[in-house]
């Protein structure tokens, strides 16, 4: 099974700031399978991205995904307040594993 | 637009079983695979199965195979998830969610659309 390991657990930052969330797999994946979704308290999660960034129907331009192997980055420009939530990367290369979630609070 | 209801939350006895449904609507249900997500009480999210439901082709995670069990019936467009010999581990909501790739895709397995989760809780 493909382990991924997201960092940082908790990322805090101001509106405005640009956020880096990383999520590294146990083995290479190409990054044509790999997805983020973003999910707040209470909701199911959303899709955002998959490959290199191929965002979802109504998703903006300030969410774009990057990587290669087994190190992968989702990057949010512009942080708007709607934008502080967990964050999740999924692969589905091998069967389907999720990472842990790094979860981007206002700081 | 596309719709997933799920059914509502269950209480159950550890060793029970539990079955929950997920209604779809707005596209065609045999052409998109449909999964089951589940998140335990302030955890991450679990892939818990698979179905083709055009002809109920499964697939399930190795550490839940033998214990769930989905099904799709395709005159109400609507998926089950059954799981079976319950524990305290199995406490979760449930998530049924559409695959982003229709079944005749090479690029499937991630999910674009979920319902809105099923609490199952099993107590001792």
């Known amino acids: 099974e493909i382990v991924l390991t997201q960092s940082p657990g908790t990322l805090s930052l101001s509106p405005g700031e640009r956020a880096t969330l990383s999520c590294r797999a146990s083995q290479s994946v190409a990054i044509t399978y790999l997805a983020w979704y973003q999910q707040k308290p209470g909701q199911a999660p959303r899709l955002l991205l998959h490959g290199a960034s191929s965002r979802a129907t109504g998703i903006p331009e300030r969410f774009s995904a990057s990587g290669s192997g087994t190190d992968f980055t989702l990057t949010i420009t512009r942080l708007e307040p709607e934008d502080f939530a967990v964050y999740y990367c999924?692969?589905?290369?091998?069967?389907?594993?999720f990472g842990q979630g790094t979860k981007v609070e206002v700081k | 637009q596309v719709q997933l209801v799920q059914s509502g939350a269950e209480v159950k006895k550890s060793g029970a079983s539990v079955k929950i449904s997920c209604k779809t609507s707005g596209y065609t249900f045999t052409r998109y695979y449909m999964h089951w997500v589940r998140q335990a009480p302030g955890q991450g999210l679990e892939w818990v199965a698979k179905?083709?439901?055009?002809?109920?082709?499964?697939a399930y995670p190795q550490r839940l195979r033998g214990r769930v069990t989905m099904t799709a019936d395709t005159s109400t467009s609507t998926v089950f998830m059954e799981l079976s010999s319950l524990t305290s581990e199995d406490t979760a909501v449930y998530f049924c969610?559409?695959?982003?790739?229709?079944?005749?895709?090479?690029?499937?397995?991630?999910?674009?659309?979920w319902g809105q989760g099923s609490l199952v809780t099993v107590s001792s």
């Open positions: 179905i083709n439901p055009d002809g109920g082709a499964t």
């Open positions: 969610a559409r695959d982003a790739g229709g079944t005749y895709d090479t690029l499937t397995g991630y999910f674009e659309f």
């Open positions: 999924q692969q589905f290369g091998d069967s389907r594993t």
